[in-house]
């Protein structure tokens, strides 16, 4: 009886015990994979979801799916509108004066050293991998498998890519957003099936130069698209600021409107002709006969077809891979986001390329679907800034976030559409000067209505907007007594922001970054 007794306790000791393991694994099982695929440069207003002057003519259905199908960010804004800085922030959560990455130009290098949210996944059990673009100069860690672009200063090329496949220089063939599609889903059949993942997708495009797919690059040949409003803009009250820049159509280069250069000239006299059009005095004519208004014209036309066709490549990608999710049983359990570096100007104030605190600038696209937790068709608008990706990503996989993580989780705004306790207001700082595009340092506020902006690097020039009156940013209104108490309210918010985020450098030692190689490894020594 005794022996019995003995046995069948055994027994139920080694049920309870494997009960217990099995339910352990499935927990593990049941984490939720993450898919985040990211582009280079898309502006909101280059998202049909988001609406804007290409709704129509250029939808982007498959972002618009995941929109649909979870919920749709409207005021994600960017810590630092240029593209290494802004991956800096994402990666660790925090701004750049924390993670040392402060620019592209003299110093964009990546301290790798520093706390990651994929390295923490990893250590949390899940099979990390990046493909495609990561433009941070240092070798990605934190990552089981890594293949990203390293020719062109690691801004990667169009076609026929060359790659760091986990140390392997490996020059592919194609056109570079297929190709990385291609490694992504090859990644996800080979991955071991009994863990969870996170996926980095990281596309080149809609980067400079935009060079559509051969079967993109007639799409609107018949078509002239539509001008911003702010197209022609006289910078009347801002003369110092955006009217004093390199990122108007005037800065198009030949390869930028694919000129060919003549065959009788050496490769290296090839490349000098091609970037003809970059620096201050050299201006690319499409025609002689054409009136510099015209010539702005045709390049602007030339410009948005060439990135919006590059974005058709995008989003047919990311069709592929919301296909091959479904197809494989992986729909449900997977968080699937698409997002970009920071925004882009799409010919507003007659401007190509980023930076500024302007809102086409400053706005992030970010779309994330998650079935059964995030509901279809959620909107959410509240103020969400770049350094929350970070520990929101952790939070929905059941990973604790360090507390030197600098930005908050919004997992719960997802759920929930906003926040009653979610911050009102946001902190902007942009670094570099004068390489590229000669913009004037500075850094700002920006609530939901309102936005103020100090430039401080050769000037001393503030510029303060209402968002609701003039969504455009055209009348700067600083020196409006009406707003004086308001702006006085603000600046005193502006600086509080900056003392709790750590950030009480003087002019002098902003100016000191700006003109100085200060960037990654460096930059993290003199913290």
């Known amino acids: 009886m005794k022996n019995q007794f003995n046995k069948s306790f055994f027994w139920i000791i080694y049920f309870l015990i494997t009960l217990s393991y099995c339910q352990e694994k499935s927990v593990t099982n049941k984490s939720p994979n993450i898919v985040f695929i990211f582009s280079d440069d898309h502006a909101t207003n280059a998202i049909s979801a988001y609406g804007g002057l290409f709704t129509d003519l250029a939808p982007t259905p498959n972002i618009d799916r995941i929109a649909k199908e979870g919920a749709i960010l409207k005021n994600v804004l960017c810590t630092n509108a240029i593209c290494g800085p802004s991956r800096a922030s994402i990666l660790t959560g925090t701004y750049s004066h924390i993670n040392g990455y402060y620019k592209n130009y003299k110093g964009g290098v990546f301290n790798n050293q520093q706390w990651t949210y994929p390295q923490a996944l990893q250590e949390g059990g899940y099979q990390t991998a990046l493909v495609g673009k990561w433009h941070l100069a240092s070798e990605p860690v934190g990552f089981d498998y890594f293949k990203y672009h390293i020719s062109k200063g690691e801004q990667g090329l169009y076609w026929d890519p060359i790659y760091n496949d986990n140390g392997n220089k490996i020059k592919e063939k194609g056109y570079a957003t297929n190709l990385t599609t291609d490694f992504a889903i090859e990644w996800l059949q080979e991955r071991n099936k009994d863990e969870p993942f996170c996926l980095l997708l990281q596309f080149k495009a809609p980067h400079r130069e935009w060079s559509p797919d051969k079967k993109y690059e007639h799409l609107w040949n018949d078509i002239e698209m539509p001008y911003p409003l702010t197209f022609n803009d006289s910078y009347l009250g801002r003369e110092l600021t955006a009217g004093d820049t390199e990122m108007t159509m005037d800065y198009f280069s030949r390869q930028d409107m694919k000129m060919l250069p003549p065959d009788s000239l050496t490769q290296k006299k090839q490349r000098r002709w091609l970037q003809y059009g970059f620096k201050p005095g050299e201006t690319v004519k499409l025609s002689k006969k054409l009136s510099s208004q015209e010539n702005r014209n045709l390049k602007y036309q030339k410009y948005i077809k060439d990135y919006l066709a590059t974005i058709r490549s995008v989003d047919d990608n990311i069709g592929r891979v919301l296909k091959y999710l479904k197809d494989n049983n ?26 500024f605190m302007y809102e086409e600038s400053l706005k992030m696209p970010f779309v994330i679907r998650y079935p059964g937790v995030v509901k279809p068709g959620t909107i959410v608008n ?37 926040s009653k306790d979610w911050r009102q207001s946001m902190y902007y700082h942009y670094y570099e000067y004068p390489y590229y595009h000669r ?41 409006n007594p009406s707003h004086a108490s308001l702006i006085n309210r603000l ?32 930059s993290n020594k003199k913290q």
Do not use: C
């Not at 699937?336 to 980023?354: A, T």
């Not at 969400?384 to 705004?413: C, H, R, Y």
């Not at 902006?453 to 968002?467: A, G, K, T």
């Open 330 to 355: 992986l729909e449900q359990n997977t968080i699937v986001v698409y997002s970009s570096d920071q925004g882009f100007f799409l010919g507003e104030h007659g401007f190509f390329d980023k930076r």
């Open 382 to 418: 509240d103020i969400i800034s770049n350094i929350d990706f970070a520990p929101t990503l952790l939070d929905m996989a059941g990973v604790n976030i360090p507390e030197n993580v600098q930005g908050k989780s919004f997992f719960q705004n997802l759920k929930e559409n906003t």
């Open 439 to 479: 913009v004037q340092p500075h850094y700002g506020i920006r609530d939901q209505r309102y936005k103020l902006i100090h430039f401080y690097y050769n000037i001393d020039v503030w510029e303060f907007y209402d968002l609701r009156n003039d969504p455009s940013e055209i009348n700067n209104l600083i020196d």
């Open 491 to 522: 600046k005193t918010e502006l600086y509080q922001l900056k003392k709790s985020y750590g950030n009480n450098m003087s002019i002098e030692e902003l100016r000191y970054i700006s003109d100085n190689d200060f960037g990654g490894l460096e």
